[in-house]
């Protein structure tokens, strides 16, 4: 099982800004809950899309995914480990959302 988390995109003023990796573990417990996962078989990924900055976007950021592994303890997801997908494998996955540059 393949999971896909995102920030929530735009900069809406009701929304509280709270991003995906600040609440992975939370994140991943609630997802192994509701769709009865075994967490053991799941893969989780965090996806950033592609972004500019600087007064005229001349600065690109690519679109990234990290893999998160956790400690499972009771179904509960602690001590996050982020690593970055192969380019392969990160090429394989952003084909399957959609999301190539």
Partial sequence: ???VVSDLPG?????????????????ATC???DFNIDPHRM????????????????????????????QWHHRKAM???????????HDMVAGLIGQTE
């Fill in 79 to 89: 001590h996050p480990k982020w690593t970055a997908l192969s380019q392969p494998l």
């Fill in 11 to 27: 900069h809406e003023a009701k929304l509280k800004k709270v991003s995906v990796r600040s609440c992975t573990s939370h994140i």
């Fill in 43 to 70: 893969v989780y990924l965090e996806y950033y899309p592609s972004s500019t900055y600087g007064d005229h976007d001349q600065h690109h950021i690519p679109v990234k995914f990290d893999a998160v592994d956790f």
């Fill in 1 to 3: 099982m393949v999971v």
């Fill in 31 to 33: 997802v192994v809950r």
